[in-house]
């Protein structure tokens, strides 16, 4: 799946992104609106994680939708 799908279907995609990253809250994933940049940016921001591993966790789960 390609970043515009999954931005454009982000209303039906926050349960699964939520069971993925279970410390995003509801106002963060208000607030990312599917914007990788966004996400990866919580992901740093709630985990305490470097930006390279962010963004390699929100590959991981691309590939595997």
Do not use: C, F, H, P
Request: no cysteine.
């Amino acid at each position: 799946m390609n970043w515009d799908r999954i931005e454009g279907n982000w209303k039906q995609l926050r349960g699964k992104v939520q069971q993925q990253w279970g410390e995003l809250t509801d106002d963060d994933l208000t607030t990312i609106e599917g914007r990788r940049v966004e996400l990866v940016g919580k992901i740093q921001e709630r985990y305490g994680v470097a930006k390279d591993e962010a963004e390699k966790q929100v590959d991981s789960w691309v590939r595997n939708m």
